[in-house]
């Protein structure tokens, strides 16, 4: 017999992983106890994070930058399932996406070390090869056939969240809302039959706030911006996102692209696609796809323009500071 919305307990767990926290919201019969769950959250976010971490030297990923050209190399198959992944949006985006910028993520200061000149002027040099022409990738192994550097970032956390839920229902709660530093994954419906609400971030640098909200069920979603991870360079704010084409940050982005997918792995993959393509090309492509998506563009000091394609991104309840809306 099922339990009626008011015999049920609001849940919430959290924990560290990838330099943030991971978190899952759900509802469950009075008494429950969620140390055993806690503890398979907590493990698998620890396994995706120990497979493709750039921060670890000895995580899987890591191991295959270290092997050399040419050598097949065993991978854990979680690890081959992300590459797969971002190789095939990679393809699909026209190298948009590219999981082969490690060098330049490196050399520019994102990664574990700080920013070096040297390694800046490799990275924009290099005659480069996308992901999806350098990696062949078996059942279980892979191996590179032309020089590469693989960063996971744009994708990894999402992939994080898809594991979170796959654990809750694994321990049999078929709804709930997980995430990972603002990328989330909505399970089923809340326990009154409303779907999860989820906050869209404004692009504000200075503080947190709402831009707007998503009611989901049974999607994800993922947001890429410039706002939280950037760097200054003589006066100007450079984002983490990589332009694969020059091998260095984004000149001239949106502040943000929030998208959402099926999955929270190709949410992340493609908000970053569609960030390096801005919001004509990405609109399109966007479009194209099929995918919900938001881009918020900068405007001068003003609340920013908007670029919305899909039915999932409506106008904001007010117009205040809004001077031009461009939802398709």
């Known amino acids: 017999m099922s339990k009626m919305s008011s015999d049920l307990v609001r849940v919430a767990l959290n924990g560290p992983t990838m330099g943030t926290r991971w978190s899952a919201l759900f509802f469950a019969a009075a008494g429950y106890d969620p140390a055993p769950l806690r503890m398979a959250l907590q493990a698998a976010v620890d396994e ?11 995580s899987a990923l890591m191991r295959i930058n270290a092997a050399p050209t040419g050598e097949w190399m065993a991978v854990p198959d979680r690890l081959i399932d992300v590459l ?55 059942a279980r192994h892979v191996r590179k056939i032309a020089p590469i550097v693989l960063d996971l970032n744009g994708i990894a956390k999402g992939y994080g969240v898809d594991r979170l839920a796959e654990t809750l229902r694994e321990h049999g ?18 326990p009154d039959g409303q ?46 996102t990589m332009d694969p084409t020059r091998g260095t940050p984004l000149i001239a982005s ?31 492509l966007a479009r194209a796809r099929g995918l919900d998506a938001l881009f918020l563009l900068h405007n001068e000091g003003a609340s920013p323009l908007r670029v919305a394609v899909g039915r999932l991104f409506p106008r904001p309840a007010s117009d205040d500071g809004y001077r031009k809306d461009m939802t398709r």
């Open 173 to 190: 709660v078929a709804a709930g809302l997980v995430g990972v530093d603002g990328e989330m994954r909505a399970l089923g419906l809340r």
């Open 195 to 240: 779907a999860w609400t989820i906050a869209v971030e404004a692009p504000d640098a200075g503080r947190r706030r709402l831009h707007s909200v998503l009611a989901l069920e049974e999607a994800a979603v993922a947001t890429s911006g410039d706002y939280r991870h950037w760097i200054e360079v003589q006066g100007r704010r450079l984002s983490h």
């Open 254 to 284: 949106p502040a943000s692209v929030t998208v959402v997918a099926r999955t929270c792995a190709e949410a992340d993959a493609w908000a970053t696609a569609l960030m390096v393509l801005g919001p004509e090309r990405g609109a399109d």
């Open 48 to 58: 995706v994070d120990a497979q493709m971490s750039t921060w670890k030297s000895d």
């Open 84 to 138: 797969r992944l971002g190789v095939d949006i990679g393809r699909a985006s026209g190298g948009a996406f590219d999981i082969g910028m490690g060098d330049a993520v490196t050399a520019w200061g994102f990664g574990p070390e700080a920013a070096a000149g040297d390694l800046i002027r490799a990275a924009r040099e290099r005659a480069r090869v996308p992901a999806h022409g350098a990696l062949e990738i078996g």
